[in-house]
C-alpha cells in the first residue's frame, strides 16, 4: 500500500470527476473499477495521456445515474490508475489507489463528456500528542482484532497493517473503507481531516458493530476482499 508521495507535487487543481452512486474511496486504499460508459470511458483516456489522476465523488442520495447535473459530495478522494486494462470493444478494467482528500470549489466547462473540478488538497491534522496518538492506535487494533476473529484471511491482512509504518490517520483510512458501513457513514469519516476526530468516530461505530458480530460467529461468513470486486460505472 506504499504510495509515491510525489503524485501531486504538479497538480494544477482540476481533476476529472467520476461519480458513483455506492463507492467511497479514501487515500491509500485500491478500488477497482470496470468503465463502460463512453464519457468515462474518455476520462480514462484522457487520465492515462496526463497525469492518471481521477477523483472518485459520491452521488447525493437525490441524485440520478450521474448526468451531467446530478448533485455530488463536494468531500472527495483524488485517486491514481495503477494499473488498466484496455478491453478489445474499448471498456477498461481499472485498479485506482486513493491519493488525497479534496474539496470541489467549483465545477469547469471542459468541452468533454465528463465533468471536472477545481478543487482543494486537504491534509491531515495530526492529533494532538504522540502519546493520544498511540493510544487510539492500540484502541483501533484491540476492536478491529476482535471484528475479523471470525475472518483468519482478513486477519493476516489486519495483522500485516498493524505491523506497517501506516500512521493512525492512513489506518483509520483502510479500516473505514474495508468495514461494511454505510455511505452515509463513509462520507462522513472522509469528511474529517483532523485525524483524532476521525479515529474516535471510527472507534465509536466499531464499538456498535463488533458485539453483533462476536454474538453470532459464522464459519461460513465471507472474508472482506482487498482489493474488493470491481465497482462499475
Not at 471542459?110 to 482543494?120: D, F, H, I, M, Q
Amino acid at each position: 500500500m506504499s504510495m509515491d508521495p510525489t503524485i501531486l507535487e504538479n497538480f494544477d487543481g482540476k481533476v476529472r470527476l467520476f461519480p458513483l452512486p455506492n463507492v467511497v474511496l479514501f487515500p491509500r486504499v485500491i478500488q477497482p473499477l470496470h468503465i463502460f460508459e463512453p464519457r468515462y470511458k474518455q476520462m480514462v483516456e484522457d487520465a492515462l495521456e496526463d497525469n492518471r489522476l481521477i477523483a472518485l465523488c459520491l452521488l447525493q442520495p437525490t441524485a440520478g445515474l450521474g448526468g451531467s447535473a446530478s448533485p455530488i459530495y463536494p468531500d472527495i478522494c483524488i485517486g491514481q490508475i495503477l494499473q488498466e486494462e484496455r478491453l478489445p470493444d474499448g471498456r477498461f478494467n481499472l485498479l485506482l489507489q486513493g491519493v488525497s482528500r479534496a474539496k470541489i470549489i467549483s465545477e469547469v466547462n471542459n468541452g468533454k463528456l465528463y465533468r471536472t473540478a477545481k478543487v482543494e488538497i486537504l491534509h491531515d491534522v495530526p492529533n494532538s500528542s504522540e502519546e493520544n496518538a498511540d493510544r487510539m492506535r492500540t484502541r483501533l487494533v484491540k476492536r478491529m482484532t476482535k471484528w475479523f476473529t471470525q475472518q483468519p484471511s482478513a486477519k493476516e491482512q489486519l495483522d500485516r497493517l498493524v505491523n506497517s509504518d501506516l500512521s493512525l490517520g492512513n489506518l483509520c483510512d483502510v479500516f473505514s473503507f474495508a468495514l461494511p458501513l454505510s455511505v452515509d457513514m463513509k462520507i462522513l469519516l472522509l469528511q474529517l481531516v483532523n485525524v483524532e476526530d476521525r479515529a474516535s468516530l471510527l472507534l465509536e461505530v466499531i464499538e456498535q458493530m463488533t458485539p453483533e458480530v462476536t454474538k453470532r460467529p459464522s464459519s461460513s461468513a465471507p472474508s472482506k476482499k482487498y482489493p474488493p470486486d470491481f465497482s462499475a460505472n
